[in-house]
């Protein structure tokens, strides 16, 4: 049943969102960059309206909303591309959308967030939970909650990377995608691509110190991030812990999972925009990382997914001139 919370995101849900997504948006380019004697093929979804691939779950999600659902509005979480997803399909909607955001959020995504007409409720990202702050706002107004990863709907969303990806690269690298490689916060883009994509490997990637998505495949339950972990740049794949609806695909699907340090993740910014002329933010740019560090073998058509590309000006001009 389609609006069952418990329901399980599945492949004939990410072609629906597919043909959802194909008629208000274009495919993002697929780039092939030569690299150690093969090539990687490289999904620009940085190059979306809202700079990140979050447009397509967003959209996925709140389209399907009832009009009683829409009058009530909806409430996101998010450090800054979910909030813009859903900020932008709320405005094409007529949705009125809130979105709680990490105060330490980059103030790139914070301003565009907010310049899409949705409210901005902040929290402390290491004392407050934002999924109860978000529960609080939904009780007391009555809005959906528009959850970043943990939620079918959002999962079929992103789910459609790996649909485009896949007739893109049949039709240009003379076959569907051996291997894809993603960036991994709580799982959302990776079980969607793995839905659409059954017969590729699929390898999440996330920062060093916040790999449970790696931790929880390796174990075969769910484990959550550590205490204390280390700051990271790569502010989009900070998600404590996986959730159930994810983990079910992945731990399918993805036999392991890897991390990328901080001076990796700089390497592969700068290798971008050197080679493919693109702003990578750090989080989008951990897939290729672990590419470019021999983390992963390249092999013939092997795939990564560029996720985003929301990152402070002077912080990404550090990155391009010093390599800090």
């Known amino acids: 049943m389609l609006f069952a919370p418990s329901r399980a995101p599945d492949r004939a849900g990410v072609l629906r969102a597919a043909d959802k997504i194909a008629a208000i948006l274009p495919p993002t380019p697929l780039l092939p960059l030569e690299f150690d004697g093969g ?32 009058g009530r509005g909806v409430v996101g979480v998010s450090s800054g591309n979910h909030a813009q997803g859903v900020a932008w399909a ?29 409210d901005v409720v902040l929290y402390d990202r290491m004392t407050q939970s934002r999924e109860e702050i978000a529960g609080q ?16 709907w959002i999962i ?26 993603l960036p991994c916060g709580g799982g959302g883009l990776t079980a969607g691509v793995a839905l659409a994509c059954p017969d590729a490997a699929i390898i999440p990637v996330e920062p060093e110190g916040w790999d449970d998505v790696a931790q929880s495949l390796a174990s075969g339950e769910i484990v959550p991030v550590g205490e204390g972990p280390p700051p990271t740049a790569c502010d989009a ?88």
Request: proline fraction near 5%; aromatic fraction near 4%; hydrophobic fraction near 45%.
């Open 39 to 70: 090539t990687i093929w490289c999904k620009a979804e940085c190059l979306q309206p809202v700079g990140a691939f979050k447009i397509r779950g967003a959209w996925h999600r709140l389209s399907d909303l009832s009009q009683e659902e829409r």
């Open 90 to 118: 709320a405005k094409r909607l007529g949705i009125a959308a809130t979105i709680v955001m990490p105060s330490d959020a980059p103030q790139v995504k914070l301003a565009a967030t907010r310049a899409l007409g949705a």
């Open 137 to 152: 706002i939904c009780e007391q107004t009555g809005a959906t909650l528009v959850h970043a990863f943990a939620d079918p």
């Open 156 to 181: 079929e969303g992103q789910g459609t990377v790996g649909v485009e990806l896949d007739e893109q690269m049949r039709a240009r690298a003379g076959g569907s995608p051996y291997k894809i490689i």
């Open 237 to 324: 794949l900070q998600t404590l812990s996986t959730q159930p609806v994810n983990f079910a695909v992945l731990k399918e699907r993805c036999g392991f999972g890897l991390s990328v340090t901080p001076a990796e993740v700089r390497a592969a910014q700068r290798l971008v925009f050197s080679r493919l002329h693109l702003v990578v933010e750090p989080g989008g740019a951990a897939a290729l990382a672990a590419v470019l560090a021999g983390k992963v073998e390249l092999e013939d058509r092997t795939a990564v997914v560029l996720s985003g590309g929301n990152t402070d000006p002077a912080a990404f001009a550090r990155v391009i001139e010093t390599g800090d």
